[in-house]
């Protein structure tokens, strides 16, 4: 168990092995705890610490402030969230460019899809673009020279108000796509708490790139006998959930959530996964 | 959306006319959205005129709940308002700090017109408001931050950062407010990051001797003492039967709270090393504040068990009961420490035998800092600092947390662990340990790889990420700590700290990375004015990176410079590893670069030259290498190392010019081959021209390195020195008695200056050996960052120095003058030196400088005849003695007396014109019986160099020999000769007895 968890073991030491065993009740307890508070579910939490009898540490309101945003975010209505965010800290938009420029591009994708559904039921074929045109030459023309990530992740935004919607290349399609906006909620999510002071990740996938880590390398060495089925935890598809494991450290943050999201499928975690979703709606 | 430049003047239109303020703080919020994230819109907004609409608006308010309603913001309110801000007033003042701040975070060249603006003193009233709502304080607080990491030089070609900020934080009015936002006691989460934020804020804007004695009389310090021993009691480190001892005299009567769970203890750490760096008072301070003495009180002379178990120790279930030692020279926290064995005797030996450095160092360091606490408190306890029995246990808690924590808690326990040390709090036993413990951590920081938790400690606006703060620290921590102890040198040395220093040096050359490239504007060229005012954008200065890596730079080259000053093998390793170069570029002193006055071209950030701080570190490590000859000779010759430096003598700071002076002194040294480039180059004028400085500092090493000069050079360079230093004034010079000097002035000055404390007098002993000693202790140049910065503030600072230093520049005087009249063809400078000063007048100066200070004789006749009898009596003490009794320095005797033996050699004649001056002869027949060794040897070389003939074929000379030693033995040389006989120093002895063989021919043969 990593360090950072509230320490709540009994005095007299047990060995590794019975501990791993049996983990004790109130740390999982405070590990769900602590996703829900990280996540953002509040009302889940509440709920869970009243059912539990255990005593979180944030105070609820804190979380609330993030959670509006991430609402706004996936609601796709990028100009309250911007707002949002630079109430509860100007700095974060001023200091981490990439952040900004990825919210003011999902807002010009929004303003594409708006004019393109618009019109997309219309013979005319003419979608008014003046909108989106407008927005893209003010906000986000000035800051794409600063990166070249940043030009080309516009130059493909724009590409959007070409091709029909329909019939997307898988490069133009991600783009549409609502996963993109659940991504930038997360990448919101994790850079609040980080200025927070708070950690970025909830404890548990910490624990499960972890754990799929640990399993792959035990793998690799092919010192350690594993047995063919996994290790269970639903980590199932080996080889794959290994692999996706790896590339979630440094990809976006929402392919390492959904991870969880699924990899906790069978755990305790999936009626606090969906209670919250329900919950905060 | 609404486009830029079309948006602003109808906002801003809008904002001065606001109908209320809840009205006001929507458009300041429309304001905010627009502009974060983008450059170009924030300097269209100042060039619009933002900065004097939000000005008005931070002081519209203040004027709004201040009693009196005064129309002026300027108006310095010193009632504070009872009546409170209303909510919309707080919220426009919290949304114009923001605007401020987000402002501020476009860079240097955005934050001058708020400088010019008037927005500080608006934002510091408000912050020191009761009436402002946390949040205000709050946001405040972090836009000050902002503001203070790119703040721009006061002039655009200097690179200190405006002292404007500073002045206004530590001034009365404010200094208070923030000693009271520290003391805060509520675990509320807004009321922490607030602390947190001052103790930032003061962290960053703190750099003066006098801005942390202010911050210790505002009771900052006792405050952070207070959150150190909440931290001691949350982690369970109270000692034991601290309880029981809570209503001894200065402890705070109570326990302290634990602090909340996840409170951090680096920033307290950081800013306690901050304030209590560079003084002894301050650091008693500290260890004796009532809230360390209650979480670690004295210990009594035995722990009973009794006390054990009552105490808090949390987990720490192997300390207790028969664990705890029982010895008064430890506490139980040394036992959480890995025992370490202590160095060998020989390793001991080698540190205590090395006095040209060493024990000089040692000793004007403890001398200066009992004064200055004794000075600064007014209380005198523990004037033997051995600190041998008083450690504070906060000690063996630093080292625990050094040894336990990570990150900046490491660093920053290490911070505070060495400025303790450096100030002599720590024992010296301890050496053995840090070689062992602490001084392996501290090298392992400067490796690239090395891993710092970036999350869980970063400090939410620092621009620097945790790591390359450890990374700027470690160096210079290193160099505090290693400076004096061989020991410790090893042990930074075994741990390959030259190499990865040498490297670290190098990369410090490498271009800067720019944070950002230029946007895209759809205009051409876009014009802003730029300019001092507050719609202008500012001159772009050193950004916050800039300035980190000179930082960065000074602190290796510290280290570099505290590992070589012993050592010749570190030094040649240094050589090896091709520091020499870097050195040299890093003593060319920093220009602004135009390139960089112009925003356009964006790429690799250069910053060309250096910042007086690290040129005086560049010095510190030119002067150590020049300690070893071979370096000499190769490597710093070849890399060119003159230029510059000759360049740095004439450089504006007058402390760089000191440490130049330095180095130099070290290059004129004879066996140097660079004497010769001196000599040609333009600077024995330069020099000349310094030793006539106002400062006394720069005035001694001036003297000194003409001293190094002179020595064995030919006599026209000996009399062009002469004449350039102008031989009345060396005259005057000599003549003056350093006692007399009127408290403020300088040796031969006429001029007044202000009065300093922590004066640290250098090197009283002089040059022991030979007139050819290295010049003061490396010591010094730390003292001159620290003395460097606070002259940013008033340039009387460098003035301050004592007796002592007048002591010493006259010393140096006439060493220099012995320098000149000794080495062939003598005789024809001794002429000189006669035909100038006046033979008569030279005799009498001469004579005024061996005899007692008050001409009371009879007083030091007793009192040398009683030191006589105790020879062996330490250089310390002696010391003491001369400071008590008025008889003259010893240093200046043994000038005086070394100038009047150089005149017996040079020629016949003037064994006859000295013995012919009863006066002196007089005098010198009492330093017989001087307690020093040197000044009894340079008496016996004296009456040998009197009966000493040339050419015994010359009857005439014989003659006059005899004649001579018939007077000396009238004088009653023989019997103060022959009371040398049995000397305990051998050296004195064999003169002894040259002189009675000589005495024995001439007499009787």
Known sequence: MTPSTPSTTTPTMHPFE?????????????????????????????????????????????????????????????????????????QLLDTDDSLHFSLLRLQLIELIRACTSKTSGNVTNSPDISNALQFATTHLAPLAPTNPNFLADLERTMALLIFPTDNLAPQLAELIDPRLRKSVANRVNEAILGSQGSRREAQINKLLHMRVWGEKAAIESKKIDIPDAGLGFGLDERPAAAGRGRTEQNGNGVMGSQATAEGDGDTTMREGNGEGEMMVS | MRMTRSTAPPLLAELQNAPSAASQAATLRLIKNEIIGHDLRKRAWIAAGLVPTLADILSMSRRMSGKRSSREMNGRENTRSRRSLTTDDDASCTQAAVITGVLAQGGVMFVQPILHGNVLSSLLALMSSDSSSLSLVVAILKTLITIADRLPPANPNDWLPDQQLANLLYSKEHIGSLARIIRQNSPHPDVQQSILLVVLLIVKTCSTNKQKDALVEADVLDALANRLSSFVVAQGFVLPGAEGRLHESGSLGFLPPPAPPRARLAPFLRLTAVIVDGSRARSEHLVTSPALLTVFPKPPPEFAPADVKKAPWGAATYLSGTAVPRHVHSNPIDTLLPSVSTPSAKLAADQANFPPFGSIAAISKRETSFLSAALASGSSDNEDTSSEDDESPAVAWLIYLVRNETGMTRLTAAKLLVTLFRQGLVRKSRTGMFSMLLVPLLVRMLDKDYEVEEISDKAELDVLPTKLLVREEAPGLLAMLVMDSRLLQRAAVDSDAIKKLSQLLKESFDPI?????????????????????????????????????????????????????????????MCDLGVVPYIIDSLKPYTSNPLLADNSPVGPNVVTGNPAATLLAACAAARALTRSVSVLRTSLIDAGVAPPLFHLLNNQDSEVQIAATKVVCNLALDFSP?????????????????????????????????????????????????????????????????????????????????FGEDVIPRLEDGSVDTVMAESPGLQTWNRHTAERRAQALSDDDYSRHT????????????????????????DEVVDYLFKEF??????????????????????????????????????????EDTLKVPSPPTEIIKAVLTIILHIAAATPRYRSVIISQTEIMKLILSTFGHASREVRRHAVWIIINLMYHDDSRDSQDKLDCRRRAKELERLGFVDKVMGLKEDVDVDVKERTKTALSLFAELLHG
Request: proline share 6%; hydrophobic share 35%.
């Open chain 2, 513 to 573: 990375p720019s944070p950002r490239r230029a946007a895209w504007c759809p205009e051409k060229n876009p014009r802003f004015s730029r300019g001092r005012s507050d719609k202008a954008l500012g001159d772009t200065g050193p950004s916050p990176m800039a300035r980190h890596v000179l930082r960065h730079r000074e602190a290796v080259l510290k280290a570099l410079a505290s590992l070589a000053p012993f050592d010749d093998e570190y030094r040649k390793s």
């Open chain 2, 674 to 754: 660079m004497k010769e480039a001196i000599v040609n180059g333009n600077i024995v004028k330069t020099l000349c021209q310094h030793a006539h400085s106002a400062n006394p500092m720069l005035r001694l090493d001036s003297l000194w390195a003409l001293k190094h000069l002179v020595y064995n050079s030919s006599n026209d360079l000996k009399i062009n020195i002469f004449q350039e230093l102008k031989p009345a004034w060396i005259k005057h010079l000599m003549a003056s008695d350093p006692e007399d000097v009127t408290p403020g002035t300088v040796l031969g000055m006429g001029i007044t200056h202000g």
């Open chain 2, 803 to 826: 007796v002592k230093d007048d002591i010493m520049i006259q010393t140096q005087v006439l060493e220099l003058v012995v320098n000149l009249i000794c080495g062939d063809g003598a």
């Open chain 2, 838 to 879: 006046n033979q008569k007048e030279l005799f009498t100066i001469l004579a005024q400088r061996l005899k007692p200070r008050s001409g009371n004789r009879a007083s030091t006749t007793t009192t040398t005849t009683t030191t006589t009898t105790s020879t062996t009596v330490s250089n310390h003490s002696k010391r």
């Open chain 1, 18 to 90: 019975r501990k791993a065993d049996k983990p004790s009740k109130i740390e999982i307890n405070n590990l769900m705890m602590d996703y829900f508070i990280t996540e953002g579910y509040p009302s889940t939490a509440r709920i869970f610490a009243a059912e539990s009898n255990t005593q979180p540490e944030a105070d609820f309101e804190a979380i609330k402030a993030r959670v509006e945003i991430r609402e706004c975010i996936h609601r796709g209505d990028l100009q309250t969230a911007i707002e949002k965010i630079n109430e509860l800290n100007p």
